[in-house]
């Protein structure tokens, strides 16, 4: 492309404002209950905490609902809430956030990685019931799963439903079943997707969920971890809050006492009553968001039709809670970092979900693993981009992303 057209190009984007990978929705509810939460004197987990938790396990249908700091805390207490630790491993997908992996290695577990499917970009059962077949074996004095190589008990399974798609379930919970493994879902990406009719956060052991700034609610910060087990969702209660006894949080109410006990060597990650005010109105507000993020995702299919691009996959089973719009570029004229840097030109944002795992210096240096373990996760990662995507983009917007990317597929062949 001549070089006067594309300053031109250049130019005409930066007439127009910044578009964001991402952006969070507050209404005026949102305003109103900080500064109430502000105005109640009670700023740190209380009342509007607790109320945002009975919220949360009412709309999942769990029974059971902790509010915490983030979907990390909410991941580090399902491990230990279990009692994962020094001689176990937990299996997860390679293509998802650190925090998945990092909090098995808080818990002194070893992460084991199993390849991704090649439409969902989720956990692969099939690679999983062959890995748990070839790689690991059942002793039975200690009725557990043992992998070959270590020697460690596999404890558990996080399967992560990736942008929104919930992983295929019933397999995984059938390896589990047979091999006494927990299962946990990392839902981060999931509020609000179904399942053969089932919500997310019912789907397993004990899910855990993320209120990020990008995330389909937000408190800013913040997580929920949900189960139908009262006795975990006890453990993870305290373990939350320093492990002191229950209803910490009343000391300084009217009915509360200075009197507690230790229960266990616990953490900070409670979750305060400033977040849990936007949450209960964010909650409220979901079923809209999940509404126009699949308006979105219809209109970004007709605007990328006839582009080289791998568009997601929903599988007819499933409700997607659309939390990313990724696409695959598939073209052999331009590349994934030449599609970005046009975007970037036309002033509008992206991301890269995820960088595998695997590929990180920490787990390549700590495990031992390297390029082409994974080759799912890998293709993928070396062609995917994540679109603009957020309840609060228009339809033009929309047009906006789909006129620069057409450009931006087109400019290689006109140069």
Not at 44 to 49: C, D, F, L, S
Not at 125 to 132: H, R, S
Not at 220 to 228: A, D, P, S, W, Y
Request: proline content about 6%.
């Amino acid at each position: 492309m001549a070089t006067e057209v594309v300053t031109a190009l250049v130019s005409e984007a930066q007439k127009q404002p910044f578009l964001p990978f991402s952006a969070p929705w507050f209404g005026d509810e949102e305003k109103s209950e900080i500064l109430q939460t502000l105005d109640s004197d009670w700023i740190t987990t209380g009342p509007r905490t607790k109320a945002f938790e009975a919220q949360f396990a009412d709309y999942i249908g769990s029974g059971e609902a902790v509010a915490v700091n983030s979907c990390t805390a909410a991941l580090h207490l399902a491990l230990a809430a279990i009692g994962v630790g020094p001689g176990d491993a937990v299996i997860t997908s390679p293509l998802t956030f650190a925090a998945t992996a990092n909090v098995i290695v808080h818990q002194g577990a070893q992460p084991i990685f199993v390849d991704i499917d090649s439409e969902t970009y989720n956990l692969d059962p099939d690679k999983l019931a062959k890995f748990i077949h070839e790689q690991c074996r059942w002793d039975p004095r200690s009725r557990s799963l043992r992998v070959k190589k270590t020697n460690k008990r596999a404890r558990a399974i996080i399967a992560v439903h990736y942008a929104g798609h919930p992983c295929d379930m019933n397999k995984i919970n059938a390896c589990a079943r047979e091999f006494r493994m927990t299962v946990i879902e990392d839902a981060a990406h999931a509020l609000g997707a179904t399942y053969f009719g089932r919500k997310v956060g019912m789907l397993a052991d004990i899910a855990c969920f993320s209120f990020y700034a990008t995330k389909n609610i937000t408190t800013g910060e913040g997580g929920m971890l949900t189960t139908q087990n009262p006795d975990l969702a006890r453990r993870a209660r305290v373990l939350s809050l320093h492990g002191i006894s229950r209803d910490a949080w009343k000391r300084y109410g009217p009915d509360g006492s200075w009197r507690y006990d230790i229960l266990d060597a616990g953490f900070k990650y409670n979750m305060t009553d400033l977040s849990a005010a936007l949450g209960m109105h964010q909650l409220g507000r979901l079923p809209g968001f999940l509404e126009r993020r699949v308006e979105l995702a219809a209109r970004y299919d007709n605007s990328l039709a006839h582009l080289p691009l791998k568009r997601p996959t929903v599988l007819p089973h499933v409700e997607s809670a659309w939390h990313l719009y990724p696409v695959q570029v598939r073209c052999p004229w331009t590349t994934r970092e030449q599609i970005i840097a046009s975007l970037r030109a036309a002033n509008i944002g992206t991301s890269v979900h995820f960088i595998p795992l695997h590929l990180m210096s920490y787990y390549r240096r700590r495990f031992g693993y390297q390029a082409g373990d994974f080759p799912v996760a890998e293709s993928v990662f070396n062609q995917i981009v994540s679109l603009p995507f957020f309840p609060r983009m228009s339809d033009s917007d929309i047009e906006r992303v789909g006129l620069a990317m057409r450009r931006a597929f087109a400019e290689p062949a006109a140069a």
